[in-house]
């Protein structure tokens, strides 16, 4: 592809575009630690992202968006829409560049992160959730204020971004001399990490993991076509993974490369944050701890050299004691 169809906004993702966006991502991140975990006798990789700047992996899906807006675009400004995590990671990309970013979060959205996408200079605009569609919000500023969307998972350019994590285990586990069959089980909210990987990563067998009332995706896949989550009210403690539907750039990627998925409880989730600090002395958030609880769960057979996302850390503390503590 053209340098100029790769910044087409209508264009699909692609493997190059994961590969471009690695270059782009290599020169300001070091990559994130992929971690052996040792798991009755079968050795787990989890890649933690928490130990991102932003304390998870979307600060790579919004950097490879924003550094490639044209002078005109940046002057503009951006608008994001998020829970948390691509918040910071929108506000942290627009701030190392100079540019305005207005960012749409739910009003329950974790205090850290609500306080931490202000800190680094972004504008929040809370609405509630549920009740208010976050998207009609953000598509008012975007017209109002001619800033360019960048959408937490609906973006090629995000989900590319996203992939580069892929790119970035398959090195590091070459560099240890496991260079076969790597087995992908990913967290997956609105598919954006999950349909990167699947691109990045074409010889791997991916599979999913989405909470309890939140598994969109998962039905969606069951399905052959794109379903919403049933009820909006229902509870859970991943913030990071409630996205109401998936979009179909990134649907038409993963129904043709999910293997396997799983649903997890808030327990199973709960279970795997306490391990992961036990044994890799990591704080991961509960929408973070997603796919490490699948596998613990028994939910997911591995297939091959298992790589799991601990994709982010960013938790209030009442919320991390009562899940670890067990009183969640």
């Not at 919403?228 to 009210?233: A, F, K, L, M, R």
Request: glycine share 10%; charged share 20%; aromatic share 4%.
């Amino acid at each position: 592809m053209t340098e100029q169809e790769l910044r087409d906004p209508k264009r699909k993702p692609s493997r190059e575009g994961v590969l471009r966006a690695m270059s782009k991502v290599a020169e300001i991140l070091p990559p994130t630690p992929l971690l052996p975990l040792e798991v009755d006798g079968r050795t787990l990789w989890c890649k933690a992202e928490m130990l991102q700047p932003i304390g998870a992996f979307k600060i790579r899906g919004a950097w490879h968006r924003i550094s490639d807006l044209s002078d005109e675009e940046r002057q503009r400004g951006v608008v994001g829409v998020s829970s948390g995590n691509h918040a910071q990671g929108v506000a942290w990309a627009a701030k190392r560049l100079g540019i305005p970013a207005i960012i749409v979060m739910p009003e329950n959205a974790p205090k850290a992160k609500i306080q931490a996408t202000q800190a680094l200079g972004a504008e929040v605009v809370l609405y509630k959730r549920p009740g208010q569609d976050r998207d009609a919000i953000a598509a008012e500023l975007v017209e109002r204020t001619g800033g360019t969307l960048v959408h937490a998972f609906g973006d090629p350019w995000v989900i590319e971004g996203q992939g580069t994590l892929g790119l970035e285990a398959e090195a590091q586990l070459k560099a240890r001399g496991l260079d076969g069959p790597i087995h992908i089980i990913a967290c997956c909210g609105g598919g954006g990490l999950s349909g990167g990987l699947a691109l990045a990563c074409p010889e791997a067998t991916l599979s999913i993991a989405e909470p309890e009332g939140w598994d969109d995706v998962i039905r969606s896949l069951a399905a052959g076509e794109i379903v919403s989550v049933t009820d909006q009210h229902h509870p859970t403690p991943c913030d990071a993974l409630q996205t109401p539907r998936t979009y179909p750039i990134n649907f038409d990627i993963l129904k043709l490369r999910v293997a396997s998925s799983a649903v997890v409880k808030p327990v199973e989730i709960a279970a795997a944050m306490r391990l992961a600090f036990e044994k890799l002395h990591l704080v991961v958030e509960p929408g973070g701890a997603a796919a490490l609880a699948a596998v613990l769960a028994g939910k997911v057979e591995l297939k091959a050299t298992p790589v799991i996302t601990l994709s982010g850390g960013n938790v209030d503390w009442d919320t991390y004691h009562a899940m670890v503590g067990g009183t969640a």
